[in-house]
């Protein structure tokens, strides 16, 4: 069923108080020494936004468009399938908005989660491996919206405005930012979950630059986005789910870049204790992959990343044990030496 969207007018007032709590954040330039030379990997501090990833964009955006486009009206139940960010961003940006949340989710995530959800006042349906796991929770939640007309499904994975959520304030936002820092992107990472933040923020990019080099990343012990579908097991929360989503294009990017979890879990933990910068395992993966292009490159090249999350997720997971370097690995070359911060821009944005 269709419903004549919101006015412009009415949705700007509905959204404008979040337009100082998502997106406009900071960008790092990290700076350290590696194989014999001082470099600089940029990355956006996403864990400064409303709940702590980057995912509140796309929850934003999702709901902004659905507004205007009259796919959800006051009132209607926001029902997702997710087990980390989008149900945390979804949860929070749903109830400051007024609406009924339920988030469907595996039942083998860490009870953090799953409490830090409920937390925030949405239901949660456990979904176990024997329910079809997590593509079984997308196939409830699209039987539950199918009788219930009253059910709004963001359906991330396939939803253009999450793209649009990044080409719209991410990848602006950062260029806007480097333009400040005087220098111009020859490069893009961005490990893949949904595959918003990469396609979004490449499309941006390649149409200031066409030659600008976007680069997906996956881990290396579970290579979903090389092999079609689901293969192993690994630790980047965040990123690889079972599937390729609809939204990504691998003919548009440039080749997908492998980060171990193990290493990655070892980079994240670096920025930590070194740098007093408290990220996301995925965060340590997308400085891994940056750092894999510029030595393609070469060590002056400028090469951006997101940092998603911060680490308060993770506290129950390896990212707060002692992991063990293997050969092959790259964190363990890195000598951070500091880093600065440029503040964040606020772009005009409409609703
Ligand atoms: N890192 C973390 C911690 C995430 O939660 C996500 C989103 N699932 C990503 C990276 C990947 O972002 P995207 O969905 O835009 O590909």
């Known amino acids: ?111 953090e989660r799953a409490l830090l959800i409920q937390s925030l006042g949405a239901e949660i349906v456990p979904v176990s491996r024997d329910q079809g796991g997590f593509l079984g929770s997308i196939r409830m939640t699209e039987h539950l919206a199918r009788r219930d007309h009253n059910v709004f499904l963001p359906s991330q994975f396939s939803n253009a405005a999450n793209v649009a ?31 918003g933040t990469v396609m979004g923020v490449g499309r941006c990019f390649r149409r200031k630059n066409p030659k600008a080099r976007i680069h997906p990343l996956e881990p ?14 690994h630790r980047i929360q965040g990123i690889s789910d079972e599937f390729v989503p609809a939204i990504v294009k691998l003919d548009q990017l440039d080749a997908v870049l492998k980060a171990h979890d193990g290493d990655s879990i070892l980079m994240a933990q670096k920025l930590a204790a070194g740098l007093g910068l408290g990220v996301g395992i995925s965060s340590g993966a997308n400085l891994l992959g940056a750092l894999m292009v510029q030595n393609e490159l070469g060590p002056g090249a400028v090469v951006a990343t997101v940092f998603s999350d911060d680490n308060k997720k993770y506290l129950s997971t390896d990212l707060l044990r ?30």
Not at 56 to 85: F, Q
Not at 185 to 191: E, H, I, Q
Not at 323 to 351: I, N, R, W
């Open 165 to 195: 959520a990044h080409e719209e304030t991410t990848g602006p936002e950062l260029w806007l930012q480097l333009e400040s820092l005087g220098v111009k992107p020859d490069a893009f990472v961005a490990g893949v979950g949904t595959g």
């Open 220 to 233: 290396a012990e579970s290579p979903t986005l090389s092999t079609g579908h689901k293969v192993g097991h």
């Open 1 to 111: 069923m269709t419903h004549a969207g919101l006015s412009g007018h009415a949705v700007h007032e509905r959204f404008k108080r979040f337009s100082h709590l998502i997106g406009s954040t900071p960008l790092l330039a990290i700076h350290f020494f590696f194989r014999g030379s001082h470099r600089t990997i940029y990355a956006k501090a996403e864990g400064h936004n409303m709940t702590g990833s980057i995912k509140d964009r796309m929850a934003l955006h999702i709901l902004r468009t659905a507004y205007l486009n009259g796919s959800i009206k006051p009132g209607d139940r926001i029902v997702e399938a997710t087990s980390g960010n989008t149900g945390i961003a979804f949860a929070a940006i749903g109830r400051a908005l007024g609406h009924p949340v339920t988030i469907y989710m595996p039942d083998w995530m860490s009870q």
């Open 322 to 351: 002692e992991e063990p370097v293997m050969p092959g690995y790259l964190s363990p070359e890195v000598e951070l030496s500091d880093f600065t911060a440029c503040s964040g821009v606020y772009l005009h944005k409409q609703g």
